[in-house]
């Protein structure tokens, strides 16, 4: 696809239920990232790959957020025993390589609701 | 480490200018700048990179002073498609990578 692809758009979970987002980041895009955005924030770090390298996952709130990329191209976010506080929208977003001086192109997010 | 965007919210009548400026505390390598509209992924604007460049892209551009670490996005002759939430993201001198967002600046266009 031309974009970045999230799916799904929408996700409703009950509290202590595993959830898992799915990235589908630009053709031939080595970095991909992984943000959580709360109402009215801005998008905050949650991990970076460069490839099917994890080489910061310094952001993820606690050990029940894990992410992985295995081949290089599509992503998944896990989130085991959700709670409410892990209600937000999770932004992927992906890059041709160096961030420092290119865009990061993004998807248009999960939104994650815990009841 | 987050970026500190002013002001929190603008509200202009179609045609008028706006500044929103970015400012750091830490080192910067460069400024990304995107829109988001409701419920949509955010858009990039421009990059400014370290050496105080000003980018242009139709009646937006965007400085940056590396020394004091701020940035400012310039809106001229505003259009009602400019209504959104504009973010500046910034990248540390010792970091390489994270995109360190603002809690982004509101701007209102009105016919």
């Known amino acids: 696809g031309a974009g970045v692809s999230q799916s799904p758009r929408y996700k409703v979970a009950k509290r202590g239920q595993d959830v898992a987002l799915r990235c589908d980041p630009i053709?031939?895009?080595?970095?991909l990232f992984w943000y959580q955005q709360a109402l009215g924030q801005g998008p905050e770090f949650l991990t970076y790959?460069?490839?099917?390298?994890?080489?910061?996952k310094s952001g993820l709130p606690s050990d029940r957020f894990f992410a992985e990329r295995p081949e290089g191209s599509v992503s998944t976010l896990k989130i085991q025993r959700t709670q409410q506080e892990d209600s937000a929208v999770y932004l992927c977003?992906?890059?041709?390589?160096?961030?420092?001086?290119?865009?990061?192109?993004f998807g248009d997010g999960t939104r994650l609701s815990i009841l | 480490q987050q970026p500190v965007q002013s002001p929190q919210a603008v509200i202009l009548r179609e045609g008028e200018d706006a500044v929103i400026n970015c400012s750091s505390s830490?080192?910067?390598?460069?400024v990304h700048w995107y829109r988001q509209k409701h419920g949509e992924a955010p858009v990039f604007l421009m990059i400014?990179?370290?050496?105080?460049e000003q980018k242009g892209h139709e009646k937006i551009s965007a400085s940056f002073n590396e020394k004091k670490q701020q940035s400012s996005l310039y809106l001229t002759a505003s259009q009602l498609s400019y209504s959104g939430t504009y973010f500046c993201?910034?990248?540390?001198?010792?970091?390489?990578?994270?995109?360190?967002f603002g809690k982004g600046t509101s701007l209102l266009v009105t016919p």
């Open positions: 977003a992906s890059s041709f390589y160096r961030v420092r001086d290119q865009p990061q192109h």
């Open positions: 053709s031939g895009h080595v970095s």
């Open positions: 790959f460069q490839n099917e390298a994890q080489l910061d």
């Open positions: 830490k080192a910067l390598y460069s």
């Open positions: 400014l990179l370290k050496g105080g």
């Open positions: 993201g910034t990248v540390n001198s010792n970091s390489g990578y994270a995109l360190n």
